[in-house]
């Protein structure tokens, strides 16, 4: 590494390499926690981790073919984490090929379904049972996420139903809405509760840090500083 770190610095003034090598400093010891976001086309998951890293609703979305991935790094107990959010596809024909790449090495795991669509509830187990199948830890943290509830006047799903499938799963319940400006700070507590519980089992993370990132790379993100809501 820190032969990278020169390199990268040759031919910069003294100052600039100074500043330069603090920064790829930072972002070597930076963990990284891989967060999926699953569940049926049309829940709302490119709303939902749009909402938490870019603190907007967007305008219009399309179909997510693949994965996108996005990243925000956040504050937690004095600690820069970086928080990297893979956003999945809903569809099969856009997620086939790219299924194993999705749960190797997560960290944790978001479900999501459409509070006003019954049938996107029912699909959590088949979610669950593919995340089983790749041998996805018990010990890695899984949230369920009932999104659009702004939508009050259609809802389907009840929240004593969603409880119980939750607490039957081990799973913590977030009813919320990626649109509701209001709501905004609950979308954040999804992902900041996972990050706090990550944070706590410290010791699988610098690992993944080395083996993914052995390359250095200099990031822009906005930083959010936050006291862990758990
Ligand atoms: N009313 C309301 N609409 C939402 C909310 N979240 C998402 N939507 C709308 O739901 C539609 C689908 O949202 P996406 O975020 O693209 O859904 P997705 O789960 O990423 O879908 P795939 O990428 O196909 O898997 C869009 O028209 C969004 O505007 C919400 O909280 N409330
Ligand atoms: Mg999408």
């Known amino acids: 590494?820190?032969?990278?770190?020169?390199?990268?610095?040759?031919?910069?003034?003294?100052?600039?390499?100074?500043?330069?090598?603090?920064?790829?400093?930072?972002?070597?010891?930076t963990r990284i926690f891989k967060i999926i976001v699953i569940g049926d086309s049309n829940v709302g998951k490119t709303c939902l981790t749009f909402r938490f890293t870019g603190g907007s609703f967007p305008d219009k979305t399309e179909a997510?073919?693949?994965?996108?991935?996005?990243?925000?790094?956040?504050?937690?107990?004095?600690e820069t984490i970086k928080v990297q959010v893979w956003d999945t596809a809903g569809q099969e024909r856009f997620r086939?090929?790219?299924?194993?790449?999705?749960?190797?090495?997560?960290?944790?795991?978001?479900?999501v379904y459409d509070v006003t669509?019954?049938?996107s509830?029912?699909?959590?187990?088949?979610?669950?049972?593919?995340?089983?199948?790749?041998?996805?830890?018990?010990s890695v943290p899984r949230v369920l996420v009932g999104n659009k509830c702004?939508?009050?006047d259609q809802i389907q799903v009840?929240?004593?139903?969603?409880?119980?499938?939750?607490?039957?799963?081990?799973?913590?319940?977030?009813?919320?809405?990626?649109?509701?400006?209001?709501?905004?700070?609950n979308v954040d507590s999804i992902f900041m509760s996972l990050a706090c519980?990550?944070?706590?089992?410290?010791?699988?993370?610098?690992?993944?840090?080395?083996?993914e990132d052995g390359r250095v790379r200099l990031t822009q993100e906005t930083e959010t500083k936050s006291n862990c809501p758990c």
């Open 158 to 185: 009840p929240s004593n139903m969603a409880l119980k499938f939750a607490d039957s799963h081990n799973m913590l319940l977030f009813e919320t809405s990626a649109k509701d400006p209001r709501e905004s700070q």
């Open 96 to 111: 086939k090929s790219m299924v194993e790449h999705y749960y190797r090495n997560v960290h944790a795991v978001v479900f």
């Open 1 to 29: 590494c820190e032969e990278e770190i020169q390199s990268v610095c040759e031919g910069f003034s003294n100052e600039a390499a100074q500043s330069i090598t603090s920064s790829l400093e930072l972002s070597i010891q």
């Open 64 to 78: 997510t073919i693949g994965v996108d991935f996005r990243e925000k790094a956040v504050e937690i107990e004095g």
């Open 121 to 138: 509830f029912r699909n959590l187990q088949t979610w669950i049972e593919e995340c089983n199948g790749h041998r996805v830890s018990a």
């Open 197 to 211: 519980r990550l944070k706590a089992q410290k010791s699988l993370l610098y690992r993944d840090v080395e083996r």
């Open 117 to 119: 669509k019954m049938a």
């Open 150 to 152: 702004d939508l009050v």
